[in-house]
């Protein structure tokens, strides 16, 4: 038992809890719990953001990969970073200007609700739940070998935490939290790399030399290797990063808890500063690790390897500088991460639960505010539940292609819809439900039949789709499909949609009859 | 909103120069990223020899300095929108609201 990690761990969950407590008293509407009151300032949103995309994933496996392969593991952050400021230039302001709770309010926008939304809402609920499986597995690993307490015990604690966190403080808690969680880890990763750099005498040059002096690969760790050395798969890995983002449900959700369309610039601006730093922060973190990890033996056992394996090095490297206490604070800042990132997608499903399939499916826009917050509180416990249960059935499965389907799915399912029902008059309901569909299909089809599930799941000699990275050919199929399903759309219904365009154009280039900010 | 208002304010002086504008802002800086992006990755793709170069001399490579110039063109591009968006688009955004809203 590691007790250092676990007091300092205790004081972030009593604190959280207690801001959840102070959010729940303030929780009151249906706009207080999916958006936080829509009144979050653009820097608040920014730190969101950020810390949303700057998880213990981000965290501990890029600078892994740095560890591993030296610059490939910048190839991966550079990705990531790329969408923030095309998400900006595209989507931001207009998803503000015309949305409310969810992104199917804007994709239904001037579609035929039903179908729109249960699309949608699958869409959402596929991507949250990929997720989260993903999440809650590499928890309770992470947390198994840090703390010191079994796999079970992790992951029904992260999926108790995440339910309190959403059903009681909604957005508002789920934020904060989110904002705790992304200051210590920038603070915590701030001083990691300045301690690293002094080692080196604040020179990066001098950091670089001795770790291409220690690295088994030599000066190849300078270079780009094997990651995107297909061009296919790197175009294909480029736009699945960058749209991937831009199709992730609990992502496009902090865009409705700004009040207008400035705010939600201006916390793009911030979030793309923060997650730069911190992947700039990274390559300090990983170069060091080669050096200071890798050349101590007393982070290796018997036979060589890494301790608790690859994905530790930021780990040890915070013992190496920090000692043991800050060992302890970087464990916490590990497991605040994952719990203020489950929070976030179990609140994006079960607002997709709630608001898209119970109030304006199924009950066509006449459910009280009341009863949809109470859908939305038991669907965030059903999907613990159903989280917990899954991280415990895949805990010794290979699961390493979930991440890459969630970006693909992400990037193929949402995004292409999303973008066209706001660029494109001419998206019609058959359209939108078509394209998603066949994003959908694409996207698991091609991950299933290439080599990270056909060669690494299933063990087949040699994968049946080429390439490790579908969204090229997935999404450009999603965009095809609507395109192709729409045009051909001749019916009386599509006529009207087409012609509720121009409203919807005005409404989400200029803010008027935007939602506000609700006054309390 | 009846179509004749939603007509006149699509024809509005103002919502016209307003759509130009953003146009012209938002797909110029996109295309910046874009090509800057995936001129990037296809440098990485077919032709890593450039980027595994010396920089001057040293053990520091070409990619690492492209690497860190592309997380600052990211930020200094996003803060380049905000920056015209808060000068330029907002004040032509309310006067559109104004003239167009009642």
Request: positive net charge; proline residues 2%.
């Amino acid at each position: 038992m590691n007790w250092t990690a676990i007091s300092m761990f205790l004081v972030f969950v009593g604190f959280t809890l207690l801001v959840t407590r102070w959010a729940a008293l303030r929780t009151r509407s249906a706009s207080d719990f999916y958006t936080a009151g829509g009144g979050l300032t653009g820097m608040q949103n920014g730190l969101a953001i950020a810390g949303d995309m700057i998880s213990a994933a981000s965290f501990l496996g890029i600078s892994a990969m740095m560890f591993m392969n030296g610059y490939d593991g910048l190839l991966y952050a550079l990705g990531v970073l790329a969408g923030w400021p095309i998400i900006l230039f595209l989507i931001a302001e207009r998803l503000r200007n015309l949305g409310k709770y969810t992104f199917a309010d804007v994709v239904s926008y001037r579609l035929a609700q039903a179908p729109v939304r249960l699309t949608s809402a699958f869409g959402t609920l596929a991507v949250a739940l990929m997720y989260l499986v993903a999440q809650m597995v590499g928890a309770g690993k992470l947390i198994e070998l840090l703390f010191g307490i079994s796999y079970l015990y992790a992951v029904m604690l992260v999926g108790v935490l995440m339910v309190l966190y959403v059903t009681f403080g909604g957005m508002l808690a789920t934020t904060w939290v989110q904002i705790i969680k992304a200051v210590m880890l920038l603070s915590g990763t701030t001083f990691m790399a300045f301690m690293v750099l002094r080692h080196f005498g604040f020179s990066t040059e001098a950091m670089f030399a001795s770790a291409v002096a220690v690295h088994v690969k030599g000066q190849a760790i300078m270079a780009p290797g094997a990651l995107l050395s297909n061009p296919v798969d790197a175009i294909s890995l480029g736009l699945g990063m960058m749209f991937g983002t831009a199709g992730l449900p609990h992502i496009l959700m902090r865009f409705f808890t700004v009040s207008d369309a400035k705010e939600a610039r201006k916390s793009v601006f911030y979030a793309t500063g923060f997650i730069g730093y911190f992947y700039l922060l990274l390559i300090v973190i990983g170069f060091g690790a080669i050096v200071m990890v890798g050349t101590e033996p007393s982070y290796r056992d018997a036979s060589g390897a890494i301790i608790g394996g690859g994905n530790m090095v930021a780990v040890h490297l915070a013992q190496a500088v920090g000692g043991n206490l800050f060992l302890g604070f970087i464990s916490a800042v590990a497991f605040a991460t994952i719990l203020a990132v489950v929070a976030g997608l179990a609140l994006s499903g079960a607002s997709a639960v709630s608001h898209d399939l119970y109030a304006c499916v199924v009950r066509k826009g006449q459910a009280s505010e009341q009863e949809e917050m109470r859908v939305s509180r038991l669907a965030t416990l059903g999907i613990g539940l159903f989280a917990v249960l899954l991280g415990l059935l895949f805990e010794s499965q290979n699961i390493a292609f979930l991440s890459g389907l969630v970006l693909a799915v992400a990037a193929s399912v949402n995004f292409p819809v999303l973008l066209l029902s706001m660029f494109w008059k001419g998206l019609t309901t058959r359209g939108a439900v078509g394209g998603s569909l066949a994003g959908l299909v694409s996207a698991i089809v091609l991950v299933v039949l290439g080599p990270a599930v056909w060669v690494n799941v299933l063990h087949n000699e040699r994968a049946l789709f080429p390439y490790s990275n579908p969204a090229l050919f997935s999404m450009s199929l999603a965009f095809l499909a609507a395109w192709a399903f729409s045009v051909t759309d001749s019916s009386e219904r599509a006529r009207e949609e087409r012609g509720r365009y121009l409203a919807q154009f005005i409404r989400s280039m200029t803010g008027i009859g935007a939602a506000g900010a609700s006054k309390h | 909103m009846t179509p004749e208002h939603l007509e006149s304010i699509s024809k509005h002086p103002a919502f016209v120069q307003l759509i130009q504008r953003k146009r012209r802002l938002n797909g110029s800086l996109t295309l910046a990223m874009l090509v800057a992006y995936y001129g990037f990755v296809l440098l990485v793709a077919f032709a890593p020899g450039v980027l595994g170069q010396s920089l001057s001399g040293g053990v520091t490579s070409v990619g690492m300095l492209v690497g860190v110039l592309m997380v600052l063109l990211s930020f200094a591009l996003t803060g380049i929108y905000m920056h015209r968006a808060n000068r330029v688009i907002d004040p032509l955004n309310e006067v559109v609201k104004q003239e167009c809203a009642r």
